[in-house]
């Protein structure tokens, strides 16, 4: 596996790749690809604002509870393991089921097709905050109702924007392999399993069209959307604020509540100091549930040649005084 930056320089340019299109025409706004975006963004979040009052009126199962939490970080970690650490940065190698499993993994979480979210990540890495950046909430500016407005694009706005990002360019390597270029486009079709398991689960074990109702809302709607909002969180609040212990050239910071909803991911200044770690909580009591199962395949013999931090490589990254002070001169860091 080659990492992001390799495959960003020696991808060819988008009209000489002789492969189709890894997604459904997400260059496109009104696309089927977009409009499923829509639909499955807008749905779930209405559940989870409806959330609080129904379960509150008529409570939540262990049964849905249980669904809920399973096929949260079932996706969740489908996308921090799979798409994230695995696919775009090649943080580790891994045999073909555990590519193909991660592949079907991520795409449970209802995030977009494989290739667009691999393709859309790896340009974020060249372009971190900085013009060029799809989803930097430092896009309007510094000012506060900038920020603001900054922070509802890193979200989720960027998503409905026209497609800036040539796939044939940042993801090469993903559009070449037949079978991961299958399970992107086939981002509806996974959209549709990761919907009708809870609620098929549900009804199954109780035997009724109300325990398939409940389990369809608490395991499928309310799951994908508190999936959706932590993972966007990592775009916008972890570029907008945490602490900065690590170099970076952006905005990049850790955001401890968020650790563990987020596999992880939320130790995000020190995967943008270090981007191909497989490990971004390297520091004590920083839970990384991800780098915890990334080294569970390796024992298992799934996973090989994993690119964990040393001691030295972590402390080569440390930021010094000086660095930490123009970082929160720029507004960088905050407490």
Not at 39 to 68: Q, R
Not at 164 to 187: E, G, N, V
Request: charged share 20%; hydrophobic share 45%.
């Amino acid at each position: 596996m080659t990492s992001s930056s390799d495959v960003i320089e020696e991808a060819p340019k988008a009209n000489d790749t002789p492969y189709p299109s890894a997604t459904l025409g997400g260059e496109q706004k009104r696309s089927i690809e977009q409009i499923t975006l829509l639909l499955f963004i807008t749905v779930p979040f209405l559940a989870l604002v409806a959330a609080v009052p129904l379960a509150w009126g008529w409570g939540v199962s262990w049964l849905d509870l249980g669904l809920l939490v399973f096929f949260y970080f079932l996706g969740c970690h489908g996308i921090t393991i799979g798409f994230h650490r695995y696919f775009t940065h090649g943080s580790f190698k891994a045999k073909r089921p555990l590519r193909i499993a991660l592949a079907v993994m991520g795409s449970l979480a209802v995030e977009g097709p494989l290739v667009r979210w691999v393709a859309d990540h790896r340009k974020h890495h060249k372009f971190s905050d900085a013009e060029g950046d799809p989803h930097s909430p430092w896009r309007f500016g510094e000012t506060v109702p900038a920020l603001m407005k900054g922070l509802w694009w890193a979200h989720i706005g960027w998503m409905f924007d026209e497609e800036q990002t040539p796939q044939d360019r940042y993801a090469p390597d993903l559009i070449k392999d037949p079978a991961i270029r299958a399970i992107s486009r086939q981002f509806v079709y996974w959209t549709a399993v990761s919907l009708v398991l809870p609620p098929l689960i549900g009804g199954l074990v109780t035997m009724s069209w109300w325990g398939a109702f409940t389990a369809f809302f608490w395991g499928s709607l309310v799951r994908v959307a508190l999936l959706h909002h932590v993972t966007w969180s990592i775009n916008s609040i972890c570029h907008a604020v945490g602490k900065r212990p690590f170099k970076s050239r952006d905005r990049s910071g850790n955001v401890w509540w968020l650790a563990v909803l987020s596999c992880g991911e939320s130790w995000h200044n020190l995967h943008h100091a270090d981007p191909t770690s497989a490990r971004h909580g390297v520091m004590r009591g920083q839970i990384d549930s991800s780098a915890r199962f990334i080294r569970i395949f390796e024992l298992l013999g799934w996973a090989y040649d994993v690119r964990w931090p040393s001691r030295s490589r972590i402390d080569s990254r440390r930021n010094t005084p000086d660095d930490g002070s123009r970082g929160r001169k720029a507004g960088a860091e905050a407490a």
